[in-house]
């Protein structure tokens, strides 16, 4: 059994910044493409950051130049650093990972975290 746990999340005034965190644990025998997803009140959830297991990066556009994702290989951690926030910002923030599992190394599968709010006030 593996799981993504996030933390770091909180309110912040705009402007300021927070650090989240989302640590992989369990069984696992690797992990590739990690990313933070968001879902705002009464919208889709939508990919806001991603890091290949490469280490390249992509950024949904509003977020360019004030977020940065980032992953520690040995903690199984990846972490978003958002800087300059914006009321918009605001939104339950998920950890997605890709892993494969000590039981099933051959076959991967997609994880979500449990999710973690952020609030930007104005």
């Known amino acids: 059994q593996v799981q993504l746990v996030e933390s770091g999340g909180g309110l912040v005034q705009a402007g300021g910044s927070l650090r989240l965190s989302c640590a992989a644990s369990g069984s696992i025998f690797s992990i590739n493409a990690m990313g933070w997803y968001r879902q705002a009140p009464g919208k889709q959830r939508d990919l806001v950051a991603g890091i290949t297991s490469g280490g390249a990066t992509n950024y949904v556009d509003s977020v360019k130049g004030r977020f940065t994702i980032s992953r520690d290989y040995v903690k199984n951690t990846v972490y978003l650093q958002m800087n300059s926030l914006k009321p918009e910002d605001t939104a339950v923030y998920y950890c997605?990972?890709?892993?494969?599992?000590?039981?099933?190394?051959?076959?991967?599968?997609?994880?979500w975290g449990q999710g973690t709010q952020v609030t930007v006030s104005s």
């Open positions: 997605n990972a890709d892993m494969e599992t000590i039981r099933n190394p051959l076959k991967s599968y997609n994880y």
